[in-house]
């Protein structure tokens, strides 16, 4: 397992923008899929966007394909979620999940879990 620590969350309005960064330990990241979930208050845990290790492939959520780009920096350890045109229904907390497999899209696939962090989108 790899442990990761999210960085970067705030309070934004509406239409404005926030870099998330996700920092893993271990020299095995680059094999990792690497995934952000968010849940907001009173919902379940949803999927966000993932990028697969091997193709290096970007996967979205539709209610964020547009605003949001996923990506990584294997020499960093690291991985980035750029979030755009932001809405108030995109306030949750975001976490960050590393995965063993090529493609991850659902919670139960991924293994090791960042403590989150909190994304307030005020409008």
């Known amino acids: 397992q790899v442990q990761l620590v999210e960085s970067g969350g705030g309070l934004v309005q509406a239409g404005g923008s926030l870099r998330l960064s996700c920092a893993a330990s271990?020299?095995?990241?680059?094999?990792?899929?690497m995934g952000w979930f968010r849940q907001a208050p009173g919902k379940e845990r949803e999927f966000v966007a993932a990028?697969?290790?091997?193709?290096?492939?970007?996967y979205y959520a539709d209610s964020v394909k547009g605003r949001f780009t996923i990506s990584r920096d294997n020499a960093k350890n690291t991985v980035y979620l750029q979030m755009n045109s932001l809405k108030p229904e995109d306030t949750a907390v975001y976490y960050c999940?590393?995965?063993?497999?090529?493609?991850?899209?659902?919670?139960?696939?991924?293994?090791?879990w960042g403590q989150g962090t909190q994304v307030t989108v005020s409008s």
């Open positions: 990028i697969s290790w091997i193709s290096g492939r970007a």
């Open positions: 271990g020299r095995t990241f680059s094999r990792y899929t």
């Open positions: 999940a590393a995965a063993q497999l090529a493609v991850a899209t659902s919670s139960r696939e991924y293994e090791s």
